[in-house]
């Protein structure tokens, strides 16, 4: 199914913009074995990724001005990046909004992009679809400006973008976006951030 995403996001891009895309990114959602409502009161909750994931499709445009294509919304947006962010009418793109706000705000510097994006992970599922959006997309920017933004930074980050949209979330969603492996789930103390990895097939629910 994920192969069928890709393709198509893929293809959608060269559609669109008439060239392949520079960098392709696959961000997952993530179920919650243990811990619900408890990363935002610093506790420990053990989360993992899942194979439902959003496929971003990046390019560098040469310009001051990206353009983001939702294709499942059929929407789209484009933001001058040298203007000051704020909030929009749009729910959809504050996530996106926010992002390039905390990039700006923490003195990346990187220019204008095209980017759309498709996903197979059902919105308002509980499968924490926000958190793949603003990770995936930061994660895509990273790489294509070659920023060195360390993972753990990206989930801090896309954290700190949902805050701004004016969801309180903590930090359980993002961190599984960004850190999580397959057949793994992760421990994490959300107090400190410390983490560890366990055997999916080892965890037993009472």
């Known amino acids: 199914m994920n192969d069928i ?3 198509k996001t893929n293809a959608f891009f060269q559609e669109t913009f008439g060239s392949s895309p520079e960098k392709i990114v696959l961000s997952p959602g993530r179920i919650n074995i243990i811990g619900e409502h408890i990363d935002y009161n610093d506790g420990y909750v053990l989360p993992a990724a899942i194979d439902k ?48 706000n905390q990039l700006k705000i923490n003195g990346f510097v990187f220019e204008g992009f095209n980017c759309v994006f498709s996903s197979n992970i059902p919105v ?29 930074d990206i989930a801090l980050m896309g954290q700190k973008s949902e805050h701004w949209v004016g969801i309180n979330c903590g930090i359980m969603d993002q961190f599984s976006s960004v850190m999580g492996q397959e057949n793994k789930v992760i421990k994490i103390d959300c107090r400190t951030l410390e983490f560890e990895y366990h055997e999916a097939n080892l965890v037993i629910i009472r």
Not at 84 to 94: F, G, P
Request: net charge negative; charged share 20%; proline share 1%.
């Open 124 to 152: 308002g599922s509980g499968l924490s679809s926000s958190a793949a959006l603003e990770c995936g997309f930061l994660y895509g920017i990273n790489v294509l400006f070659n920023l060195g933004i360390k993972p753990i």
């Open 5 to 7: 995403l890709i393709h």
């Open 53 to 100: 994931i959003i496929c971003f499709a990046f390019e560098k445009n040469n310009t001051g001005t990206s353009k983001i294509i939702a294709i499942d919304f059929e929407d789209e947006f484009e933001i001058n990046l040298s203007d000051t962010v704020a909030l929009d009418e749009k729910v959809w793109t504050n996530y996106l909004r926010g992002v390039i």
